[in-house]
């Protein structure tokens, strides 16, 4: 794989720079410093850019600067831009039907619920996409009833405990996408999916 597409899923703006919801953006953040890379702005793909090489393979990132309900449209922008398959693109996001520290890498599926892959499910006409899920385990109940307050759990901010464990899931995750160009996806599909937080 030559040239390989990330797009993070997260929200804008200073106050949800720390939210569970933005950990799609945390990890990509991650992994463009290790390489020394900054985000740019390119207002044709409604995304913040960064970009850089891993041995012969391209890395192009992207952070949409949509907000969540509407990162289809990001995504939309990406694959009309660069004439793309959509197996060259990986979209990285939160799950909260997924514990805290568990990884899940699909090639498709429908949203679960989640408004960001709803969206971009809307945009690009398929649930036939590379999305990596990453766990934030459901929202605590709300007291004396069966309901659980979601939103204020995914805009919530993470807490050190979590981000802890977090860190751990995004080595992981940035390890194996590193190795996109070298490994057999199905080989990295297994890495991620069976990755447990207590391994490291």
């Not at 204020?152 to 996408?177: A, F, M, P, T, W």
Request: hydrophobic share 35%; net charge positive.
């Amino acid at each position: 794989m030559n040239e390989v597409y990330l797009v993070g899923l997260g929200n804008p703006g200073k106050k949800y720079l720390n939210t569970r919801h933005n950990i799609g953006f945390i990890l990509l953040e991650n992994l463009s410093k290790k390489y020394n890379s900054n985000f740019l702005l390119k207002d044709k793909l409604k995304s913040l850019c960064s970009e850089f090489k891993i041995n012969d393979s391209t890395y192009r990132l992207f952070l949409p600067n949509t907000y969540m309900n509407n990162s289809g449209e990001a995504v939309r922008a990406i694959v009309d831009w660069y004439k793309i398959n959509l197996d060259q693109i990986f979209i990285i996001v939160d799950d909260v039907d997924l514990p805290l520290g568990k990884i899940r890498f699909r090639k498709k599926g429908s949203s679960g619920g989640h408004n960001g892959l709803k969206n971009i499910i809307e945009n690009l006409q398929t649930q036939n996409f590379n999305r990596i899920r990453i766990g934030i385990g459901l929202p605590p109940s709300i007291k004396g009833t069966n309901n659980f307050n979601t939103i204020s759990h995914v805009l919530g901010n993470i807490s050190q405990e979590e981000k802890s464990i977090l860190e751990k899931v995004y080595k992981r995750v940035i390890d194996s996408l590193e190795e996109l160009h070298t490994k057999k996806e199905e080989f990295i599909i297994n890495e991620l999916n069976s990755f447990h937080k207590d391994q490291i």
